[in-house]
């Protein structure tokens, strides 16, 4: 694992969090880097298997350039082949036409997107070059294993496929048609840097609900995008998502099963 972060205090801090990061910079297997996420994507001639990018708010001055296109295309371009590049992305404080720029633009350099809902409830985006499906069967067999993925999942109460993938917001499909008339995010025209300033101090709620209300409405049938699933496990996701009070989503998981 290659870590890059622009603080050294970042590192030193990490001691703190040791009883749930697993004291990665303790692993013989960790590189840390005290450089910037853009800058080493831009000037690097290696290829990663996983580029996770997590940085603040995407209207803050000085991380608004790890949400572009050119940013992304960056990403594509250090990604191995069959590799997958995750995004952390907010749906507070700003509008769904927001959202859709960023989808917009994080989809203009990975063609296939999924989307799911994080934990803390913002999303988790994983773009790829390729077309690529989620095997029902490893990640059971990822979850129901004994060790780290399994205790991680744990944490943040996902203990079964089911419930992971009950998360998932949008596929390939969804996404396209989510975005399918939404203007880029790029170096040149800062769109998100100028507009999402301007729901700062918006309701978180409200603009949540909203944000989840629109990914909802374009989402598309998961058959086809993992295999293996059947119509017990879609009414497990559905309840699932329904103790989420995601009362919508949890109606669709059953609808799709009856369909099935």
């Known amino acids: 694992v290659t870590a890059v972060e622009l603080e050294p205090a970042v590192g030193e801090a990490s001691t703190f969090f040791e009883g749930v990061n697993g004291r990665p910079l303790q692993d013989p297997r960790t590189e840390l880097l005290i450089n910037d996420g853009r800058n080493l994507l831009a000037a690097t001639d290696r290829r990663f298997d996983v580029i996770v990018s997590?940085?603040?708010?995407?209207?803050?001055?000085?991380?608004?350039?790890?949400?572009?296109?050119?940013?992304?295309?960056?990403?594509a371009r250090c990604l191995s082949p069959g590799g997958v590049f995750c995004?952390?992305?907010?749906?507070y404080e700003m509008q769904p036409t927001e959202v859709a720029t960023l989808l917009a633009t994080f989809a203009s350099a990975f063609p296939e997107v999924y989307v799911f809902r994080g934990?803390?409830?913002?999303l988790i985006l994983l773009g790829a070059i390729e077309p690529f499906t989620l095997d029902v069967s490893r990640i059971r067999s990822q979850i129901d294993s004994?060790?780290?993925?399994?205790?991680?999942?744990?944490?943040v109460r996902?203990?079964?496929?089911?419930?992971?993938?009950?998360?998932?917001?949008?596929?390939p499909?969804?996404?396209?048609?989510?975005?399918?008339?939404?203007?880029?995010?790029?170096?040149d025209n800062a769109r998100?840097?100028?507009?999402?300033?301007?729901?700062?101090?918006?309701?978180?709620d409200a603009t949540e609900s909203a944000n989840l209300e629109a990914l909802d409405a374009h989402a598309t049938p998961l058959a086809g995008y993992a295999p293996g699933c059947t119509p017990e496990m879609l009414c497990d996701m559905a309840i699932?998502?329904?103790?989420?009070?995601?009362t919508r989503r949890g109606w669709r998981f059953v609808e799709e099963s009856l369909e099935m």
């Not at 997590?54 to 990403?75: C, D, H, I, K």
């Not at 004994?146 to 944490?155: C, F, Q």
């Not at 975005?179 to 170096?187: G, I, K, R």
């Open 54 to 75: 997590e940085p603040s708010n995407p209207w803050l001055t000085g991380v608004a350039n790890l949400f572009t296109r050119e940013y992304f295309a960056s990403g």
């Open 87 to 91: 995004q952390w992305l907010q749906i």
């Open 119 to 122: 934990a803390s409830g913002d």
């Open 146 to 155: 004994p060790g780290p993925i399994r205790d991680r999942l744990a944490d």
């Open 158 to 171: 996902i203990r079964s496929v089911e419930t992971l993938l009950s998360r998932l917001y949008l596929t």
């Open 173 to 187: 499909d969804g996404v396209r048609r989510f975005v399918a008339s939404a203007p880029l995010n790029t170096d």
């Open 192 to 204: 998100i840097e100028f507009l999402a300033p301007l729901r700062v101090g918006v309701a978180g």
């Open 240 to 246: 699932s998502a329904i103790a989420r009070a995601e």
